[in-house]
């Protein structure tokens, strides 16, 4: 089956600094990457979507200076939380959608959830 | 305004009580997705449901399309149901992206 695997699940660090998370996709070849962030209390924001060999779109208020993405293959992506501070706090998760899918169905991994001291 | 609408905010069941979770979309949208969030955070995808009605075990999920609205039935719940319920829109094509709501958040109590 279709799986997501994305590390680490907890991340602590310290603020200005910066933290990587990675997305494995397993079972499929994952052309579209999504990346969500859900600050506390709040739900999922859209952070950016990526396809491999065209350029990252990012949403608004989100930008590559600070959440640079990369996506090199059909089975990975991370992303980078530049320069952390506690409004970055919270739980990020990536979601991979099939080449092969006829639908749109993301296949999400389990997220990291990122604290800022 | 708000695209993903989801009602009721808070539940609180009785151990074997019945819940229908509602979500309702205000623009059109090629497909939904209900998600359950643990009380630790991590997500896990329960449906993917472009349209009908999908049953796993006591969970089923309606979704009328056209209608904007979908639905996530629990039946006899359980202490483990406990958590927050979110469900999100699938827009976008070949890029397809996800809007969520804020989700329902179900405690279940003995």
């Known amino acids: 089956g279709a799986l997501v695997y994305q590390y680490p699940r907890r991340t602590i660090c310290k603020s200005g600094t910066s933290m990587r998370m990675e997305c494995q996709a397993v079972?499929?070849?994952?052309?579209?990457v999504a990346w969500y962030r859900q600050s506390p209390q709040k739900t999922f924001e859209l952070i950016a979507l990526?396809?491999?060999?065209?350029?990252?779109?990012?949403e608004q208020n989100f930008t590559q200076e600070k959440f640079p993405i990369s996506h090199p293959n059909l089975s990975f992506s991370s992303m980078t939380v530049l320069n952390a501070y506690l409004e970055d706090r919270g739980l990020y998760l990536c979601?991979?959608?099939?080449?092969?899918?006829?639908?749109?169905?993301?296949?999400f991994g389990h997220g990291t959830k990122l604290s800022v001291l | 305004g708000q695209q993903v609408q989801q009602s009721p905010t808070s539940l609180v069941l009785q151990e074997g009580e019945n819940a229908e979770l509602q979500c309702n979309f205000s623009?059109?949208?090629?497909?939904m997705q209900w998600f359950y969030q643990r009380p630790g955070g991590s997500l896990v995808s329960v449906f993917y449901?472009?349209?009908g009605t999908k049953q796993s075990g006591r969970l089923t999920s309606t979704t009328v399309i056209k209608e904007r609205r979908s639905s996530l039935h629990i039946s006899s719940s359980q202490i483990t149901d406990s958590g927050t319920y979110l469900c999100?829109?699938?827009?976008?094509?070949?890029?397809?992206?996800?809007?969520f709501g804020k989700g329902t958040k179900l405690s279940v109590k003995s």
């Open positions: 623009t059109s949208l090629n497909s």
């Open positions: 079972g499929f070849q994952a052309t579209s």
């Open positions: 999100a829109m699938v827009t976008g094509g070949s890029n397809a992206k996800l809007t």
């Open positions: 449901n472009p349209s």
């Open positions: 979601g991979a959608r099939a080449s092969t899918s006829s639908n749109e169905r993301l296949f």
């Open positions: 990526s396809t491999v060999n065209s350029a990252i779109k990012y």
